[in-house]
């Protein structure tokens, strides 16, 4: 009778270990829910990224890596085969990224949309849709690193080529050159300062009144050319008039016009000789007036015809 109860014991000591162990392995493993796979396609370094890392969707846990494989039909692919739960819908536009967890190296997979495409991807058991993986941030740094020291030594090679001796000596050649035409440009430069300095002087304020004078003068002297030279084409046409004149008298009639004509032509020819003899004389008179007659006898100033 003992031993029955003993042997009672121990098989319901048994039972509850086994329904013990059975309970832990259920709340450790979780609640199994339905999964669909993708496959992620990357020729980039995923160093830090193991089976069963997480999976995150817009930075929600949504599932797991459950295979890493080389690509059979391209070895410069990676395949990484993941498990997201079905309550997940992507789209055509989705596209993964490598992450990584603090300081740990650990990484794990980025789903984010990128907009390009809203069309549902569906899943397909036989045949996993592929999603291609964008370069994380830590190899856009390294690349960009890459091709900034890259840049930097062919900068580098050009500023030693050009310093070279030959070079040097050429720019030093060319300072020496430069600080003797400053050198030479100092007369120059003060000669300039000279030269402005004497226009300022000529263009002052009664140079420039003279000027305003001078040019006030231009239309009576032009007025009196073109009265001239209406002067001279009335004596032109009396002339035309005496020559062709039928009249029996007409020869006889001609002296005396001729002497009208003449003294009109004197008169007019003394005008212009005039206006000439003054613009040649004293070209000036355009821009300074005309200058001062020298005193007369009898006038201040005026001795033994000279002046004083």
């Known amino acids: 009778m003992e031993n029955k109860s003993h042997a009672f014991i121990v098989g319901l000591f048994t039972l509850l270990l086994l329904a013990a162990g059975i309970f832990a392995i259920y709340w450790l493993g979780g609640v199994s829910e339905a999964t669909d796979d993708y496959i992620v396609v ?12 997480q999976v995150r969707y817009r930075g929600i846990r949504v599932g797991k890596v459950s295979d890493i494989r080389i690509d059979q039909h391209d070895p410069g692919n990676i395949l990484i085969t993941i498990s ?35 069309d549902p991807l569906p899943p397909n058991p036989a045949d996993p849709p592929r999603i291609v993986m964008m370069p994380s941030l830590v190899d856009e740094l390294g690349e960009s690193s890459t091709a900034t020291l890259r840049e930097m030594r062919q900068f580098i ?19 020496v050159n430069l600080d003797a035409a400053s050198a030479g440009m100092k ?9 402005l300095l004497q226009m300022r002087r000529l263009l002052d304020e009664r140079n420039v009144h003279n000027l ?17 030279v209406g002067k001279m084409q009335q004596a032109a046409d009396k002339l035309d008039v005496a020559i062709g004149d039928p009249a029996a008298n007409g020869a006889a009639a001609l002296m005396p016009r001729l002497n009208e004509m003449a003294g009109d032509f004197s008169t007019t020819a003394l005008q212009l000789s005039r206006v000439l003899r003054t613009l040649e004389d004293s070209p000036q008179v355009l821009i300074f007036g005309m200058p001062p007659q020298p005193p ?3 006038e201040p100033g005026f001795a033994d015809g000279k002046e004083r």
């Open 42 to 53: 990357t020729r980039q370094n995923i160093g830090g990224l193991n089976p069963q890392a």
């Open 84 to 118: 997201i739960s079905r309550d997940i819908h992507l789209t055509q536009g989705t596209v993964a990224k490598l992450g990584y967890q603090g300081v740990t190296g650990l990484a794990h997979i980025l789903l984010l949309e990128s907009g390009r495409d809203a």
């Open 157 to 175: 090679a050009n500023l030693d080529a050009v310093f070279s001796e030959e070079n040097r000596v050429h720019l030093a050649a060319t300072l």
């Open 187 to 195: 007369p120059t430069l003060e000669n300039l300062n000279l030269t």
């Open 212 to 228: 305003s004078l001078a040019l006030g003068e231009i239309g009576p002297l032009l007025a009196e050319a073109r009265t001239t």
């Open 296 to 298: 007369g006898p009898g």
